[in-house]
């Protein structure tokens, strides 16, 4: 079993209180409130690494419709955290077939793999522990939504780029290791179960 992180509680809310819920038809608001609200990643509705039509000049609605039309299909896209009611935190943790190749040492043959691609905590909450907590739960879910491994694309605290998909650290904290590079910053990371 995946060790836990040791992070702090989120904020200064009492960690036990995080409850954490897959987006699907009947949750789809929330997700839609939380990205909607200042500061959020509206221009992008995760949709960074998941196919589209056309990657040129897509428009932040298009994105968003995009993703709605994943969800009310029933593919699986991220989690959600909450505390007292309160959207706070997103992961995108879904089978990897549904995303677009994230690696070149990528096997297709294998099967039943997930991938954590993207984090977001708004601004007020980071560094007190949710992103860990996100992450505790996001290995949770996949590994009950039957993965056989999680995949991760972290970078170094220090990169200019990519911070959305999580620090290394986290990850090694997690008992993910390391397998290889994804592109240039992105350490490829993997936890079988």
Not at 71 to 92: E, F, M, N, R, Y
Not at 113 to 138: K, M, N
Not at 150 to 163: K, L
């Amino acid at each position: 079993m995946p060790r836990r992180s040791s992070a702090s509680p989120p904020g200064k809310a009492d960690g036990s209180k995080v409850r954490f819920t897959e987006v699907t038809r009947s949750t789809r608001v929330d997700f839609e409130n939380l990205f909607e609200q200042p500061g959020a990643p509206k221009y992008c509705w995760c949709m960074a690494w998941r196919p589209l039509p056309s990657r040129e000049h897509v428009q932040n609605v298009e994105k968003k419709q995009a993703m709605m039309a994943l969800v009310d299909s029933g593919t699986p896209v991220g989690i959600l955290a909450h505390i007292d009611g309160k959207t706070v935190g997103w992961c995108s943790v879904a089978p990897r077939q549904t995303y677009r190749r994230l690696s070149s040492q990528q096997d297709d043959s294998e099967t039943d793999i997930w991938s954590i691609v993207c984090f977001y905590v708004p601004r007020a909450l980071r560094g007190g522990g949710l992103a860990s907590a996100l992450l505790d739960a996001a290995i949770d879910h996949a590994f009950a939504k039957g993965a056989k491994a999680i995949e991760a694309y972290p970078v170094d605290q220090a990169s200019p780029s990519y911070r959305f998909m999580g620090f290394r650290d986290m990850f090694a904290a997690c008992g993910f290791h390391e397998t290889g590079m994804a592109g240039s910053r992105r350490h490829l990371m993997r936890l079988d179960r």
